[in-house]
């Protein structure tokens, strides 16, 4: 990995923390009364890494911020939580972004329910009861909200990284 791509990955990974971080202050359960909802703003810097950098940068990105976060507000259940998600998600959205049938809001929600669904599975071992995937359905209906957003999200930094001119590929 030359330079540039390391510091790009540096950048990525610290921004995507910054973003886990951020949105644990966001009262999001004013609005969608469950347990451990969240926005989903990483995500933003995983479709980035997915739209413009490898899928194995973009992986090493989430791993990292993965373990980073566990280490700032989790620890083992929590890197258990967040690996199994993130890379579930990361690999439906590049599945789905392959595909070339769906836009970076498709992309995102499917990202969304990606990771809520690796998250219960994560959750349902950890517990040792398969009955954690009663919350599935309700956590499926939040995907499409939270997916919508960080799609949005991503489609207005995509459209403004084209508009300045900036060349974040690889």
């Keep these: 990995m030359n330079t540039t791509l390391l510091a790009r990955s540096a950048l990525l990974t610290a921004l995507a923390l910054a973003l886990s971080y951020m949105e644990r202050f966001i009262p999001l359960d004013l609005l969608v009364p469950l347990p451990g909802v969240k926005l989903g703003l990483a995500n933003i810097v995983s479709m980035m890494a997915l739209y413009f950098l490898s899928f194995r940068q973009g992986a090493a990105?989430?791993?990292?911020?993965?373990?980073?976060?566990?280490?700032?507000?989790?620890g083992l259940t929590s890197l258990a939580m967040s690996l199994t998600g993130g890379l579930l998600?990361?690999?439906?959205m590049a599945a789905a972004k392959r595909a070339g049938c769906l836009s970076v809001y498709g992309v995102s929600v499917l990202g969304a329910a990606a990771h809520n669904l690796g998250q219960v599975a994560a959750a349902s071992v950890i517990m040792g009861s398969?009955?954690?995937?009663?919350y599935l359905p309700f956590l499926l209906l939040v995907a499409l909200m939270t997916g919508s957003l960080t799609g949005m999200l991503a489609s207005w930094l995509f459209r403004a990284l084209a508009a300045s001119g900036v060349d974040f590929g690889a």
């Design 130 to 134: 398969i009955y954690t995937f009663c």
């Design 61 to 74: 990105i989430l791993v990292a911020r993965c373990i980073l976060g566990s280490f700032f507000g989790g």
């Design 89 to 92: 998600a990361f690999l439906v």
